[in-house]
């Protein structure tokens, strides 16, 4: 996500994962976002003010009384200042004090008075973290504040123990702050996104699958969510994380795939088919690993699988929304508006896998998105981008039929 004009003040507490603000704070940096840092004072004993000032290129604050550069009361003006305001590493002392009202320094004086979203990356022991008075504290800032918390993670910890209570990852820390300043234009919408391959049997050790890696359709969940939906994301075999905040079911088979979608469809609001599910699979798959042959020929018969995006367009609701994709090889433009009608979709999403820089195994892409009014060719662009892109038309379809409702 491009942060190009948004604020975010950091807050930075005193722990021994306060070295990871630096890196965070990079990471908002490269993605165009001004950086503002607190620092507690205790979190200048494990940081510098002055790193956090050369990685951002803003001043840091630490003294709440210190002179101003500028006549406004400092913190009231970070506070209106700030898109989003994020704490990383957050200690247990922070969050008692900001539960209980306490402002005594310039990091709980400055989040009490914002109006922006507020993030809180939590790190402390495990026992710590675990006590009902830390999780009392924590849901008081959930009801009060709406805190959206990143839950830490259960490893190694500074002291030794191994539990909850290590800083979360990076990538989830900014998935966190990149879905707090996401416009909430799904917010209430039930979204289901496929992504993925197939794998059909062979025998017990070979399948038939594709070169899908499922990263357009991982994209479009974690955008999705991101925009405020509730993402249901089936996914085929793949090698990737499952997006913050999203739940995952993994199938297997094209017919796995199939049984998932007539279960959960019905309940959702969009329906975006991204996968690629295998067309064929073997008709009689082998019960145990099949040998070679002394150079002989091995023949498979295969059967065609279920239809997946026809079942789906035939049981559809007419206020649902649903998007197909076509990867296409050639002809895209005859294919992608046959498969328009024939899997009865609102939008089609066709590529030309032949393209360098399209399709399998690529962070980029380059579709072209068809309705019934027409097509809207789109350049390359990174998966993600395609993703707000396909979901912007989403939200146009679902306000027109909803508008049509009336």
């Given amino acids: 996500m491009d942060l190009s004009g948004k604020h975010v003040v950091l807050g930075i507490t005193g722990g021994i994962a306060a070295y990871r603000a630096a890196d965070i704070a990079r990471a908002l940096t490269k993605r165009g976002a001004r950086v503002h840092c607190i620092l507690t004072k205790n979190a200048t004993h494990f940081i510098t003010r002055q790193t956090m000032e050369t990685l951002t290129g803003c001043p840091a604050v630490v003294d709440m009384f210190e002179r101003p550069a500028t006549m406004e009361v400092e913190h009231i003006a970070l506070a209106k200042q700030a898109d989003v305001f994020l704490v990383a590493p957050a200690s247990a002392n922070f969050l008692g004090k900001v539960a209980a009202g306490v402002a005594d320094d310039m990091l709980t004086t400055t989040i009490m008075a914002t109006r922006a979203p507020i993030v809180i990356a939590p790190a402390m022991n495990t026992n710590m973290y675990e006590s009902p008075v830390t999780q009392r504290n924590l849901r008081t800032l959930r009801e009060l504040l709406h805190v959206n918390f990143v839950e830490p993670a259960v490893g190694l910890l500074a002291c030794n123990d191994v539990g909850k209570g290590h800083i979360a990852s990076n990538e989830e820390i900014l998935s966190a702050v990149e879905r707090a300043l996401a416009p909430k234009d799904l917010s209430g919408c039930r979204v289901l996104v496929t992504a993925g391959p197939t794998r059909e049997k062979?025998?017990?050790?070979?399948?038939?699958?594709?070169?899908?890696?499922?990263?357009?359709?991982?994209?479009?969940?974690?955008?999705?969510?991101?925009?405020?939906?509730?993402?249901?994301?089936?996914?085929?075999?793949?090698?990737?994380?499952?997006?913050?905040?999203?739940?995952?079911?993994?199938?297997?088979?094209?017919?796995?795939?199939?049984?998932?979608?007539?279960?959960?469809?019905?309940?959702?609001?969009?329906?975006?088919?991204?996968?690629?599910?295998?067309d064929y699979r073997p008709a009689q798959p082998a019960a145990h690993k099949i040998k070679k042959q002394d150079g002989a020929a091995l023949e498979l018969l295969l059967t065609e699988n279920?239809?997946?995006?026809?079942?789906?367009?035939?049981?559809?609701?007419?206020?649902?929304?649903?998007?197909?994709?076509?990867?296409?090889?050639?002809?895209?433009?005859?294919?992608?508006?046959?498969?328009?009608?024939?899997?009865?979709?609102?939008l089609l999403v066709g590529n030309d896998v032949t393209k360098p820089g399209a399709g399998f195994d690529v962070e980029t892409n380059i579709v072209t998105l068809f309705d019934g009014e027409g097509e809207e060719p789109l350049p390359m662009l990174p998966k993600r981008e395609v993703a707000e892109r396909i979901l912007d038309r989403c939200v146009r379809l679902l306000k027109q039929k909803r508008a049509a409702e009336t």
Avoid: W
């Fill in 202 to 278: 062979i025998d017990p050790v070979r399948y038939i699958t594709n070169r899908s890696s499922g990263r357009m359709g991982y994209a479009l969940a974690e955008a999705a969510a991101q925009r405020g939906a509730q993402v249901t994301l089936v996914s085929g075999p793949v090698a990737l994380d499952c997006p913050y905040g999203v739940e995952r079911v993994f199938v297997e088979s094209t017919q796995d795939l199939f049984d998932a979608m007539a279960r959960l469809c019905p309940a959702q609001d969009v329906i975006v088919q991204a996968a690629a599910p295998a």
């Fill in 306 to 346: 279920p239809d997946v995006a026809a079942m789906v367009g035939e049981r559809r609701r007419p206020d649902q929304v649903l998007v197909a994709f076509a990867a296409e090889t050639d002809d895209l433009r005859a294919n992608a508006h046959r498969k328009l009608t024939k899997k009865h979709a609102d």
